[in-house]
């Protein structure tokens, strides 16, 4: 029990334009979802939270309008990068924990790729 | 959060014990241990928690010391896939809300 599903995988976009990443918690509902970014060689940098029906919020240093999150159901979260530029090219990842249970499940992570 | 201190690295022969140490001497008492991993290019995944005592579960064995100053995770027999990034976390376990603050974990380079 406990996944969570991440989609996609992987993508590649042209500068300026936008990108729209989903995180799906497939057998639990999750009021709290979090989303992080990582660039090669470093650590996981908490970039949000995600609450269900209310605004989310960012870390110190993360752009709010560039970075816009949704969580408009307890099991779908969405990211947009919007007027992406190659310095966001990173790995997203999203990640929830399930009432009651242990730990943190994350999603298997977005490669994104701006050119 | 307490801050957690790790060695940046580690090696370790295939099939013997990886103990990975972890320094958290700022712990509160309400404050869990949590040790997640993560191969190259994939999310991090859950190994395992502890508060006080020494835990087990079929992936590895955690070992906190009575001050909980620190503690170790113990893969027994590690294998080529164990080879990941182990971080470890220390957070009050207080519901869904609570977010986790990774540091720069240990890198554990398996080899044959």
């Known amino acids: 029990g406990a996944v969570v599903s991440q989609h996609p995988s992987w993508v590649i976009c042209k500068s300026g334009t936008s990108v729209k990443i989903e995180c799906r918690s497939l057998d639990f509902q999750a009021t709290t979802m979090f989303w992080y970014r990582q660039f090669p060689k470093q650590s996981l940098m908490l970039m949000a939270t995600?609450?269900?029906?209310?605004?989310?919020?960012?870390e110190q240093g993360v752009e709010k309008d560039k970075f816009l999150i949704n969580h408009a159901s307890l099991t779908l979260s969405t990211l947009t990068v919007t007027s992406a530029h190659p310095e966001d090219s990173s790995f997203y990842i999203c990640?929830?924990?399930?009432?009651?249970?242990?730990?943190?499940?994350f999603g298997s992570g977005t490669r994104l790729t701006v050119v | 959060d307490a801050k957690t201190t790790q060695p940046t690295s580690m090696d370790c022969a295939e099939g013997r014990a990886a103990n990975l140490p972890c320094n958290h001497s700022t712990i509160s008492g309400n404050e869990y241990v949590y040790w997640y991993r993560q191969i190259h290019s994939q999310g991090p995944q859950y190994i395992i928690h502890?508060?006080?005592n020494n835990e087990t579960n079929e992936m590895a064995s955690l070992i906190i010391t009575e001050d909980r100053k620190s503690s170790t995770l113990i893969l027994p027999h590690a294998t080529l896939r164990d080879t990941a990034v182990y971080y470890c976390?220390?957070?009050?376990?207080?519901?869904?809300?609570?977010?986790?603050?990774f540091g720069t974990g240990t890198r554990l380079q398996v080899t044959l």
């Open positions: 502890g508060l006080k």
């Open positions: 976390i220390v957070r009050v376990n207080t519901g869904t809300a609570s977010k986790l603050t």
């Open positions: 990640s929830a924990r399930r009432s009651g249970g242990y730990g943190y499940t």
């Open positions: 995600s609450n269900e029906g209310s605004k989310a919020t960012h």
